[in-house]
């Protein structure tokens, strides 16, 4: 409904007949009926009218039955109040919506109480093997105290540092740069 108009006539259409249905039909077939939702097609010329039944079965069929039959008197009604060239046809059509929701609340109900008992069975239960299974990277620490550290390799560190002049080089760089200049 991106038709801005459309939804004005909706809107209409779905107070005039929820106004009629409230003074009610002289058909004893109709039950307790709730208007949910009006949908009007762009060009005004068709209206879906979705509606639920309180009741069991049998009053469903027997109000959607009601209303089949009041269709055109409904029509009228709607065309005399409208006020627009065209009254678009009327389909009532029966609104699942609070069934499907009612069965969507039994589904998350269940969850919870699986959720509930899984939650009771963790409640005294141990792992099976170490707690966390993992190998961790060893630390500083734990290297030292294993004395994992090697003081033989002392002979690759140059120590050379205190022979080097302002610019960070050393005595031997330094003759290899006369030599070439």
Do not use: C, W
């Amino acid at each position: 409904m991106s038709n801005p108009r459309a939804g004005k006539v909706a809107e209409r259409i779905h107070q005039i007949i929820a106004r009629r249905l409230d003074k009610g039909l002289r058909d004893p077939r109709l039950g307790f009926v709730t208007i949910t939702e009006v949908r009007v097609t762009g060009d005004l010329q068709s209206a879906s009218v979705f509606y639920t039944v309180y009741g069991d079965e049998a009053t469903q069929t027997d109000t959607a039955a009601a209303l089949k039959a009041a269709t055109g008197m409904l029509r009228s009604e709607v065309g005399k109040q409208l006020g627009t060239r065209l009254t678009p046809t009327l389909e009532f059509i029966h609104d699942e919506l609070p069934s499907s929701a009612e069965h969507l609340n039994e589904l998350l109900a269940e969850a919870k109480r699986r959720d509930d008992a899984a939650r009771e069975l963790a409640v005294g239960a141990t792992y099976a093997g170490e707690a966390d299974p993992y190998e961790k990277p060893r630390t500083l620490e734990d290297a030292v105290e294993a004395d994992d550290f090697d003081d033989d390799d002392d002979s690759e560190i140059d120590d050379d540092f205190d022979e080097e002049d302002e610019d960070g080089l050393d005595e031997e760089e330094l003759e290899d740069d006369e030599e070439r200049d």
